[in-house]
């Protein structure tokens, strides 16, 4: 079975100041796929990382994923009230077709609050 | 990315009932999943539903209990069947926005509540 760490499980900030958010695994993944909830929706993903190593930046989100595709994270600068909600990592196993295609692994979630 | 719409999105049922979810797609899709998201808890798979055959369930999840149904390529439900308050969670579907694993479409969930 697949685990994957996810810390802080809940984070309260003033706006303007930076985080990270941090997945950790002993697994390897395919993709590690980042995700934000809004209370009464689902989830909707922010992005994806494939290689290791990789870097993608989203604005003032930075996402990593590891050299071993185990582990990954998500630094955002500046943080503003507008980036208040629950992030949550997904580990993907295996590739489109294959057996555990879909079977995408959580970490528990980061609830993150921005004080105006 | 596909577009899906689940219903209902909340609902509050007693014990012993059964409801039944429904997620379309606007687009057609071999696999469609299920998941369920527990208070304050992250989203667990249920199960994987492929249209033409039988839903493929995870651990800790049986038909009985969670039967699938897909009867097209854009379509699918899921009952929660006998439930009890520990039944209460989130549920949603999802499906491979670009069918190559590296993310995912969900629906905007149910919200169940067992009395």
């Known amino acids: 079975t697949q685990l994957l760490e996810q810390s802080p499980q809940f984070l309260s900030i003033q706006e303007g100041e930076n985080l990270t958010v941090y997945c950790n695994s002993s697994s390897v993944f395919s993709s590690l796929q980042w995700y934000r909830q809004e209370p009464g929706e689902g989830p909707v993903l922010l992005v994806t990382v494939v290689t290791g190593g990789e870097v993608k930046k989203l604005k003032r989100l930075t996402f990593q994923f590891g050299d071993a595709r185990k582990d990954s994270s998500l630094h955002i600068t500046a943080a503003q009230p507008g980036d208040t909600g629950l992030y949550l990592c997904?580990?993907?196993?295996?590739?489109?077709?294959?057996?555990?295609?879909?079977?995408?692994?959580f970490g528990q979630g980061t609830i993150l609050t921005v004080h105006p | 990315s596909a577009v899906i719409s689940q219903k209902p999105s909340r609902d509050i049922c007693q014990r012993g009932t059964s409801l039944t979810i429904q997620c379309q797609v606007d687009s057609q899709v071999t696999m469609m999943f299920w998941y369920r998201q527990q208070p304050g808890q992250s989203l667990t798979l249920i199960a994987t539903a492929n249209q033409g055959s039988e839903a493929t369930y995870e651990s800790g999840f049986v038909i009985d209990k969670f039967p699938i149904s897909r009867p097209n390529l854009t379509f699918s439900t899921l009952t929660v069947s006998n439930m009890s308050p520990e039944d209460s969670s989130i549920y949603l579907c999802?499906?491979?926005?670009?069918?190559?694993?590296?993310?995912?479409?969900f629906g905007s969930g149910t919200r169940l509540t067992v009395v």
């Open positions: 997904a580990g993907a196993a295996g590739y489109a077709g294959g057996t555990s295609y879909g079977k995408l692994t």
């Open positions: 999802s499906v491979d926005r670009d069918r190559n694993n590296y993310g995912y479409t």
